[in-house]
């Protein structure tokens, strides 16, 4: 296999970051396929979250190379990232709670992103018919007008999603997406998370195995900054190296 396969959403190879010298993420080679849902799992201080952080842009890599449809994004900013198609949720929510569901929405369509963009922004048809599909998709159309403070724990985390998925991103991470939700919202965000991947990548941490069984494509487990299983969710459950560092605790 090479990056210079076009097919793939993500091509990661030979990544490494070191901080003071402790390899955080050694020499990680991962591919993503377009429209997948990959599970990453493993041990706490495993390196998911730097993995994600590299592929963002957060943290700069200290070698190897990251490409997002082909095109090498290992040194480029966070936010020229987001720009070609990276979305990124963080485990807190980072809504508007005193605005409206609706206008979260809408401020987070793309032509609003600079300032001259807000200034001049106009709530189109198209702007409209963006925030309907993307409600939709999160659960919320019958709460468009509801100030998104009053939203439930759960609803807000769809919100945030639907924010990123107002800028239609073609890879959209999620680190740990159904933390302190109910047993209902984690069955609505498993549906959720189904519904959106069938136009995009979508990377997700997660430590809930009910979860994981229901959402991944392909599971990667990562221990000590590498790769330590790959692969359909039975064939990684099954692993014995799997089971001994991280499922068997
Ligand atoms: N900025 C940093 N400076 C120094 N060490 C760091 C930094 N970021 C992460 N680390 C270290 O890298 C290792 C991997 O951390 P990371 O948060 O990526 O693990 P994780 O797999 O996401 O764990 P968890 O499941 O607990 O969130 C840990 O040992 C952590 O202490």
């Known amino acids: 296999m090479s990056a210079t396969n076009t097919d793939f959403a993500l091509a990661i190879e030979d990544l490494t970051v070191s901080f003071d010298g402790f390899k955080a993420i050694d020499n990680l080679t991962l591919y ?4 997948e849902l990959r599970v990453v799992i493993g041990p706490n ?12 842009g957060k943290t ?14 290992t040194k480029i900013a966070e936010y020229q990232r987001v720009r070609l198609g990276m979305g990124r949720k963080f485990q807190t929510p980072s809504i508007y709670e005193n605005l409206s569901v609706f206008k979260n929405l809408e401020v987070s369509y793309p032509s609003g992103r600079s300032v001259l963009g807000a200034l001049a922004f106009k709530c189109t048809d198209d702007v409209r018919q963006r925030v309907q599909e ?3 998709d999160i659960g919320l159309a019958d709460k468009l007008q509801l100030e998104a403070g009053l939203l439930s724990h759960g609803q807000k985390q ?6 990123l998925l107002m800028q239609d991103p073609e890879l959209l991470m999620l680190d740990e997406p159904i933390a302190g939700m109910s047993a209902s919202e984690r069955d609505q965000t498993a549906d959720l998370l189904n519904r ?4 995009r990548a979508v990377i997700v ?6 979860f994981v069984k229901r959402i991944a494509h392909k599971v990667t487990v990562m221990h000590q900054g590498k790769i330590l299983a790959e692969g359909s969710m039975e064939k990684v459950q099954s692993d014995p190296q799997v089971i001994d560092v991280y499922l068997g605790h």
């Not at 998911?48 to 592929?55: E, F, S």
């Not at 070698?63 to 449809?69: A, E, L, P």
Request: net charge negative; charged share 25%; with cysteine.
């Open 32 to 35: 993503i396929d377009k429209n």
């Open 45 to 56: 201080g495993a390196g998911k979250t730097t993995l994600l952080d590299l592929i963002c």
């Open 60 to 73: 700069r890599a200290t070698g190897g190379s990251i490409k997002f449809k082909n095109q090498e994004v």
């Open 134 to 136: 993307v409600a939709q």
């Open 158 to 163: 769809w919100l945030e999603i639907g924010m």
């Open 196 to 199: 959106i991947c069938k136009n």
């Open 205 to 210: 941490i997660e430590h809930d195995m009910d």
